[in-house]
């Protein structure tokens, strides 16, 4: 099987480093059945706990290019680490603007 989502991706390198998911949670500073979820596609990391999985992996496991505005900005987020809040003040628009970005209901405008 290809790993498609990050939790995918976690159980595979976890798998190739022989770590339990008990260790693991312990690695990323969580818990056991917050790994297992994540690895099963039961719920999808936060921001702050993707940047830790790709630090933990060690690569971006998506294809970047040719992607839409919106899953570009889903993309760096995970790679930051940083809530919309933060990331909407390091770009200058608020935070209702980004959620509309992220979920492709607005595009920027150019001043």
């Given at each position: 099987?290809i790993?498609?989502?990050?939790g995918?991706?976690?159980?595979?390198?976890?798998i190739q480093?022989?770590?339990?998911?008990?260790?693991?949670a312990?690695?990323l500073?969580t818990?056991?059945?917050?790994?297992?979820n994540?690895e099963?596609?039961r719920?999808n990391p936060?921001?702050?706990?993707?940047?830790?999985i790709i630090k933990?992996i060690g690569?971006?496991p998506f294809?970047?290019?040719?992607?839409?505005?919106?899953?570009?900005?889903e993309?760096?987020?995970?790679?930051?680490?940083q809530?919309?809040?933060?990331?909407?003040?390091?770009?200058?628009v608020d935070?209702?603007?980004?959620?509309k970005?992220?979920?492709?209901k607005s595009s920027?405008k150019?001043?």
């Amino acid at each position: 099987m290809i790993p498609m989502t990050l939790g995918e991706h976690l159980r595979k390198v976890r798998i190739q480093r022989k770590l339990s998911q008990p260790l693991m949670a312990k690695i990323l500073k969580t818990d056991t059945e917050t790994v297992l979820n994540w690895e099963k596609n039961r719920n999808n990391p936060t921001s702050k706990w993707s940047n830790k999985i790709i630090k933990f992996i060690g690569y971006f496991p998506f294809e970047w290019e040719n992607q839409p505005l919106s899953k570009k900005v889903e993309y760096a987020r995970m790679v930051s680490g940083q809530t919309q809040k933060e990331m909407g003040k390091e770009i200058g628009v608020d935070e209702s603007t980004l959620y509309k970005i992220l979920n492709g209901k607005s595009s920027p405008k150019e001043k």
